[in-house]
């Protein structure tokens, strides 16, 4: 039993495997993402451009994207949230990060997807990359505690 490469914890046969070959569709946002996910590493490509809405399939390029896929490295999905995409909802959106070795460089594509419900199924619509976050520095007073916790302030501890 080989265990689903979206990490749900789940062996794929049970997982992303039904909802790549349409035994079942997707209940929620998040579930379509874990099935592509899994499709790219098993290069599933018919089931990458069908689960694509049909107003964002322009420009795909089937064969690159299998090759692409086929010789990437795939070491795993981080899940980081989910906005709306429920199984009673009909938008939503998953912020992810697909991590993979492609040509000896590691990659992590750190995405917001966005989903769409249409006839009753989860599609994928657009994402957008997600930058890093600036570093937030907090600047200690002369006078405040110093952050070492000595307990003495920062002017006679650290900061001299």
């Known amino acids: 039993m080989t265990?689903?490469?979206c990490g749900s914890g789940s062996s794929y046969q049970q997982c992303c495997e039904e909802i790549i070959t349409g035994k079942r569709v997707a209940q929620t946002a998040e579930q379509l993402m874990r099935a592509r996910y899994s499709a790219y590493v098993f290069a599933e490509m018919d089931f990458i451009f069908e689960s694509t809405h049909p107003d964002h399939r322009e420009g795909?390029?089937?064969?690159?994207?299998?090759?692409?896929a086929e010789t990437a490295e795939w070491l795993g999905l981080e899940?980081?949230?989910t906005k709306r995409g429920g199984a009673?909802?009909?938008?939503?959106?998953?912020?992810f990060i697909a991590?993979?070795?492609e040509n000896g460089?590691?990659?992590e594509h750190h995405?917001?997807?966005?989903?769409?419900r249409k006839e009753g199924n989860w599609?994928?619509?657009d994402g957008t990359m997600v930058k890093q976050r600036p570093l937030t520095v907090t600047k200690i007073g002369r006078n405040d505690p110093c952050s070492c916790g000595s307990g003495v302030k920062y002017k006679k501890c650290c900061g001299k």
């Not at 795909?60 to 692409?68: E, L, V």
């Not at 995405?111 to 769409?116: M, P, W």
């Open 3 to 5: 265990m689903c490469p």
């Open 60 to 68: 795909y390029d089937h064969a690159g994207t299998r090759t692409w």
């Open 79 to 81: 899940i980081i949230s």
């Open 88 to 95: 009673d909802e009909s938008i939503g959106e998953v912020e």
């Open 99 to 101: 991590r993979f070795n």
């Open 105 to 107: 460089t590691l990659v």
């Open 111 to 116: 995405e917001a997807g966005q989903f769409k």
């Open 123 to 125: 599609l994928f619509t």
